[in-house]
């Protein structure tokens, strides 16, 4: 792995997959120079990248980063600029049922049944066994109607669907939306298995977090830029960790902000949110116990909220 | 391609408003049907009665609007949802996508001219001769022409807007414009221009629901007259079969130049 120093960002490329593809196993799926703009405004500008087969890669960033942008690319149901190779042939002149798309908040219609939309996307299958049946009780019963399902039910039904055939890319844009913990369990054990199976596999998460069980890299994008792909490993040891302090009656907590291993502050009501990096967590308690802070008004983790955090003075 | 028609076949054939379009359609064909033998004591096929001529019009505006506005909201709603994103990506091409849409959309037009003429057919069964049997069946197959015209018009709205709002303000729109405006425009111009008869010709071929209605009434008249100048023109100009062939063309142009815009449409605009 290695980081190239670019104004405004940090890249790491991902010199495995590189050399993977240097000494002969040939990527998956490549894609070079994809571009995406809607009239000025540049949607998607990501570097060039490949992935080998049998992985999955999270592609997580903030609304708007251009995850779906990239997926829907990907799927070549978004136009662009660029070139995307599905085992070093252009995409579009793959073998129908190779590439498998679920889009974002996908509405299929009310009056079709569970059946209904799993035998119309049996026929896109490319004519082809399932490579992995879903876990009994996944699929809602068949002579449902899609109307009568709840959200979840209509997402596991989407995700069968989705994932029929033999796909040797699978692109799924917020696959765990709606669904319950079972639910999630069972799909990320479908995704290992089609992993398993040979099978490279992009979700779209506004997180990591609910991917890290079976994600093998990461591609973080912000602004449509990839700042970085990698190992899902030195993706975690990138996330800034947040340190909260209870603030006492009366203080700003301004005297804190300015703490040297301190990347950005934030105040949320009583508490001050200090993020730092992993490695400078505890250079950061240390100064603050130099400035009195006592181990009781201080918890760690919880990005969105102290009260998901661990208190310092409990194990 | 075809899976994915009958998909979309069974889950608007299924939507309620689809079911009241082709009952209340089916219920209106009826009616005008028994007013017709009440009135006129037959509907009398084998000439142009008022019956036959008020069965003809509902016929071409009633489905033709339902093709339009439903081959509109079947391609805006396919984008939206991401079911059409879905199946592109598993590998239909833009023309399969396009093609199932209108396939599925002109079906349950038909359903509903079917079920409409079905139901006349019980009404007028026994009142009119069997010799008016095939203007009855030309007269359906006109009427489904048209309706395929339309529902091609829809898909072409379908393609060109972004919401379904959208999509059912301009589908409507079009269709008015083909039902009524076209109309409007050349009887007003038609007058100031002192527009000639290949004028007249020029602007049925222009319209398909008003090519299909002269398409029909040559049928149900060989001689024209009904049609006036512009039926007399055609006849002396192309005899009774090349003025059939010439608007049966004009007609199979007005499915395939719309599909063939909303084909080069949607190869440009993201799904």
């Known amino acids: 792995m290695s980081a190239i120093e670019a104004p405004g960002r940090t890249m790491e490329i991902d010199l495995v997959t590189h050399a993977e593809s240097m000494t002969g196993t040939r990527p998956r799926l490549s894609a070079h120079g994809l571009v995406k703009r809607y009239g000025e405004r540049v949607a998607l500008e990501a570097s060039d990248f490949e992935l080998p087969p049998a992985t999955i890669a999270a592609i997580v960033g903030p609304n708007g980063s251009g995850k779906s942008t990239l997926l829907g690319c990907l799927a070549r149901t978004v136009l662009h600029d660029g070139r995307v190779f599905l085992d070093g042939e252009p995409i579009e002149r793959s073998a129908p049922g190779r590439v498998a798309y679920l889009p974002q908040r996908l509405r299929l219609p009310a009056t079709a049944t569970v059946g209904e939309v799993l035998a119309l996307f049996r026929r896109f299958a490319g004519g082809v066994a399932d490579r992995v049946a879903p876990p009994p009780g996944f699929v809602p019963d068949e002579r449902r109607p899609l109307g009568q399902l709840s959200g979840g039910q209509a997402q596991r039904t989407a995700l069968a669907a989705t994932l029929q055939g033999r796909p040797d890319l699978v692109l799924l844009d917020e696959p765990l939306a709606n669904l319950d913990d079972d639910a999630r369990a069972a799909t990320m054990a479908l995704l290992a298995e089609h992993r398993a199976a040979g099978a490279t596999i992009l979700v779209a998460s506004p997180t990591a977090v609910d991917l890290l069980a079976v994600v093998d890299r990461v591609l973080a994008l912000r602004d449509g830029r990839i700042v970085h792909i990698g190992p899902a490993a030195s993706f975690l040891g990138r996330l800034p960790l947040v340190i909260w302090v209870r603030l006492e009656a009366g203080t700003s907590g301004d005297d804190l902000s300015g703490l040297p291993a301190a990347l950005r502050s934030r105040r949320e009501g009583d508490w001050l949110a200090l993020e730092c990096r992993e490695e400078d967590a505890v250079e950061l308690l240390r100064e603050l116990d130099a400035r009195g802070v006592p181990a009781a008004r201080i918890r760690i983790g919880g990005p969105e909220d102290p009260t998901r955090a661990s208190p310092l003075d409990r194990p | ?266 190869r440009h605009r993201d799904l």
């Open chain 2, 1 to 266: 391609m075809i899976a994915l028609a009958g998909f979309h076949f069974r889950t608007i054939a299924r939507g309620r408003s689809s079911l009241v379009a082709v009952i209340g359609f089916a219920v209106a064909t009826g009616i005008v049907a028994l007013l017709g033998l009440d009135s006129f004591r037959q509907l009398g096929l084998g000439a142009v009665s008022p019956a036959a001529v008020a069965v003809l019009n509902l016929a071409l505006l009633l489905p033709t609007a339902l093709g339009a506005l439903i081959g509109a909201l079947t391609v805006t709603a396919g984008r939206e949802t991401g079911l059409l994103a879905m199946i592109r990506a598993r590998g239909l091409s833009i023309a399969g996508l396009i093609g199932a849409a209108w396939l599925a959309v002109t079906g349950v037009a038909w359903l509903a001219l079917v079920a409409g003429f079905g139901l006349a057919a019980l009404v007028v069964a026994g009142n009119v001769p069997l010799g008016d049997m095939p203007a009855f069946v030309g007269l359906l197959i006109v009427t489904m022409a048209a309706a395929a015209t339309a529902s091609a018009v829809g898909v072409l709205v379908g393609t060109a807007v972004r919401t379904r709002l959208q999509a059912a303000l301009v589908a409507l729109a079009a269709w008015f414009v083909l039902a009524v405006g076209l109309d409007l425009v050349v009887v007003g111009l038609g007058v100031f221009l002192r527009a000639g008869e290949p004028a007249l010709l020029a602007a049925v071929l222009a319209n398909p629901l008003q090519a299909a209605r002269v398409l029909a009434l040559l049928l149900l008249d060989a001689s024209g007259s009904v049609l006036g100048p512009v039926g007399a023109y055609l006849l002396m100009r192309f005899d009774h079969l090349g003025a059939v062939a010439l608007l049966a063309v004009d007609l199979a142009a007005w499915i395939g130049a719309p599909l063939g815009g909303a084909i080069l449409l949607l």
